[in-house]
């Protein structure tokens, strides 16, 4: 998809949300609307179950695939896009994954403790995270991500961009699509690079999930992000940064000390204005920090998640 094409669509779904979902045939492709009940030249349309097991463009050898305007995983993308931006989403719409992160602290009741996760808590969360873009909540512009078998990652602006941006994460559970990540941020970052591995979306996906996280400006509390970097850190950099649970945390749920890991946030942030993010080796991105017109650089790492598409961060230093 042309960088064109993503910005036309971008400001289409800007100016329409609420009501999503909605993409415009591009120029010089058929319009199915007009052209319901006549017969495809072009072959026998995939199956669904095709559709979303290679739910991108066909791409080259080890390449990555892009999620097409077409796949049920972009639909499913928009409509969460813009339930969260009405305030809709349901804590039954997100993955048990996702609950897991969010869904704390565990109360009482034995069920929550059982399942892992509050549903109460985390409905609160999501109503953390759209008030903070307050009363006049922006347009959020269209998702455009990559996908796997099973698991999609996305990300959009805020309209308009330079009011900072989203990321979000499908996986498929019970057949249907569920959110699986969801965060905003609003310090300025630079574009990713066009991806060269099939990997490289996902590690992007996580590595810049952590910088959101760890250099907001308020958009998200620390309260709210403090769950996001918990789930992103691998047990040695959890160790590392000091941040192992207590006996009451994992009562609560929690495998890392939130009380200990929130004041880090800033501490890693380091209280950058903004940063960039690239590949510098197998598992590994530079990232540099700019503050008050200097810059640091940092070296990320990452290792593979417990789960298909998901990544850990075991390493952030500076270089």
């Given at each position: 998809m042309t960088r064109s094409r993503l910005a036309a669509l971008a400001l289409g779904l800007a100016l329409?949300?609420?009501?999503?979902?909605?993409?415009?045939?591009?120029?010089?492709?058929?319009?199915?609307?007009?052209?319901?009940?006549?017969?495809?030249?072009?072959?026998?349309?995939?199956?669904?179950?095709?559709?979303?097991?290679?739910?991108?463009?066909?791409?080259?050898?080890?390449?990555?695939?892009?999620?097409?305007?077409?796949?049920?995983?972009?639909?499913?993308?928009?409509k969460f896009v813009k339930e969260f931006r009405d305030g809709a989403v349901k804590p039954d719409e997100l993955?048990?994954?996702?609950?897991?992160?969010?869904g704390k602290p565990i109360g009482p009741f034995d069920a929550d403790k059982a399942r892992g996760y509050s549903t109460d808590e985390a409905a609160r969360w999501l109503r953390a995270v759209r008030g903070g873009l307050g009363a006049d909540a922006p347009n959020l512009g269209l998702p455009t991500g990559h996908a796997q078998a099973g698991v999609a990652v996305f990300t959009g602006t805020l309209q308009p961009k330079e009011r900072g941006r989203y990321r979000l994460r499908l996986a498929q559970d019970g057949g249907a699509w569920k959110l699986d990540w969801f965060q905003v941020a609003n310090l300025p970052a630079d574009e990713p690079r066009k991806p060269q591995t099939?990997?490289?979306?996902?590690?992007?996906?996580?590595?810049?999930?952590?910088?959101?996280?760890?250099?907001?400006?308020?958009?998200?509390?620390?309260?709210?992000?403090?769950?996001?970097?918990?789930?992103?850190?691998?047990?040695?950099?959890?160790?590392?940064l000091g941040a192992d649970p207590g006996n009451q945390d994992k009562?609560?749920?929690?495998?890392?000390n939130p009380g200990w890991l929130k004041p880090k946030l800033a501490e890693v942030g380091g209280g950058?204005?903004?940063?960039?993010?690239?590949?510098?080796?197998?598992d590994v991105f530079r990232v540099e920090f700019t503050k008050g017109g200097a810059k640091t650089a940092h070296t990320l790492r990452l290792v593979r998640g417990p789960v298909a598409g998901t990544w850990l961060v075991d390493e952030f230093a500076p270089q």
């Amino acid at each position: 998809m042309t960088r064109s094409r993503l910005a036309a669509l971008a400001l289409g779904l800007a100016l329409a949300l609420p009501g999503c979902g909605k993409n415009e045939p591009a120029k010089g492709e058929p319009d199915k609307a007009k052209d319901k009940g006549k017969p495809d030249s072009g072959g026998p349309a995939p199956s669904p179950s095709a559709v979303t097991t290679n739910p991108g463009a066909t791409p080259a050898a080890g390449g990555p695939a892009e999620v097409r305007p077409t796949d049920p995983a972009q639909t499913a993308a928009e409509k969460f896009v813009k339930e969260f931006r009405d305030g809709a989403v349901k804590p039954d719409e997100l993955s048990p994954t996702f609950l897991k992160v969010v869904g704390k602290p565990i109360g009482p009741f034995d069920a929550d403790k059982a399942r892992g996760y509050s549903t109460d808590e985390a409905a609160r969360w999501l109503r953390a995270v759209r008030g903070g873009l307050g009363a006049d909540a922006p347009n959020l512009g269209l998702p455009t991500g990559h996908a796997q078998a099973g698991v999609a990652v996305f990300t959009g602006t805020l309209q308009p961009k330079e009011r900072g941006r989203y990321r979000l994460r499908l996986a498929q559970d019970g057949g249907a699509w569920k959110l699986d990540w969801f965060q905003v941020a609003n310090l300025p970052a630079d574009e990713p690079r066009k991806p060269q591995t099939a990997d490289e979306p996902f590690q992007d996906f996580a590595a810049r999930a952590f910088l959101d996280a760890v250099t907001d400006k308020g958009v998200m509390t620390p309260d709210a992000r403090v769950r996001l970097v918990g789930a992103l850190l691998s047990p040695r950099y959890r160790t590392a940064l000091g941040a192992d649970p207590g006996n009451q945390d994992k009562g609560q749920g929690y495998d890392y000390n939130p009380g200990w890991l929130k004041p880090k946030l800033a501490e890693v942030g380091g209280g950058a204005d903004s940063y960039t993010c690239a590949p510098a080796g197998p598992d590994v991105f530079r990232v540099e920090f700019t503050k008050g017109g200097a810059k640091t650089a940092h070296t990320l790492r990452l290792v593979r998640g417990p789960v298909a598409g998901t990544w850990l961060v075991d390493e952030f230093a500076p270089q």
